[in-house]
């Protein structure tokens, strides 16, 4: 299985758990060039095959001249690829669930294990520690750079007013914490409501369950049901194209 045809799915798999629309992006460090990543040209990620796929140096720009129109916010991908070494996949996201943490005094905290890694830290970046009166989007390497330095060694960074940012080691990890972050922050509004606000009230994941369970969850039956849907529905659209 190849990185690009996983990249596919990656947005596949976004956009049937809502976390993506036709906005948002998934990207991969490339697996033979470290200052390589592929991503796909500008179009919703609904409608990506492999043939979308474009690769960019780490300053976000195409490596072949006549590579198709890229999406507006790939600094955000190529910015964190150089001050993450450790990262290989990104997920761009605007889940309607999550915004809501970045722009409130509510912080998202881990509320079940499958989002364990929210209690490594989610910070939230706000476009304006870089640029006042922006249009919200990252649109180039400063503001790409400004958000990797927030994101710093977490698993996830919040975009105040915009939506986050998720990377992984793999991609199965980048897409599954996009996934289980979008779940936490539906159940953690649910039993904050549950408990009219009240101090205390909810139960969250103590930093000794969280380090117990980020040390081997990297999604590997969720990412194996997922491709396993996926692969044939590809096949199929890839026969129906010709
Ligand atoms: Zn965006």
Redesign the pocket.
């Given at each position: 299985m190849s990185l690009i045809e996983d990249l596919v799915i990656a947005s596949r798999i976004c956009v049937e758990a809502g976390v993506i629309d036709a906005?948002?992006h998934a990207s991969a460090r490339s697996d033979t060039d470290p200052n390589r990543y592929f991503m796909s040209r500008q179009v919703a990620p609904e409608l990506i095959t492999e043939e979308d796929i474009v690769e960019y140096d780490l300053d976000s720009r195409p490596v072949h001249p006549n590579a198709p129109l890229g999406y507006n916010?790939r600094y955000i991908h190529g910015e964190i690829y150089k001050a993450r070494p450790d990262v290989m996949a990104i997920v761009?996201n605007?889940s309607h669930s999550v915004v809501p943490f970045s722009c409130t005094d509510c912080t998202l905290r881990p509320i079940f294990h499958m989002a364990a890694f929210i209690g490594l830290g989610i910070p939230n970046w706000d476009i304006r520690e870089s640029q006042e009166g922006s249009d919200m989007?990252?649109r180039n390497s400063t503001l790409g750079a400004s958000l990797a330095a927030k994101l710093g060694a977490h698993p996830a960074a919040l975009?105040r007013g915009?939506?986050s940012v998720v990377v992984g080691e793999k991609i199965q990890i980048a897409v599954g914490r996009t996934v289980y972050l979008d779940h936490n922050a539906k159940m953690q509004y649910q039993a904050m409501m549950m408990t009219g606000g009240r101090d205390n009230a909810v139960v969250y994941m103590d930093d000794s369950e969280v380090a117990a369970n980020v040390v081997w969850q990297e999604y590997v039956r969720s990412w194996d049901l997922w491709k396993k849907k996926w692969l044939p529905r590809l096949a199929a659209e890839r026969a129906a194209r010709g």
């Open positions: 906005y948002g916010e761009h605007h989007l990252v975009m915009h939506g």
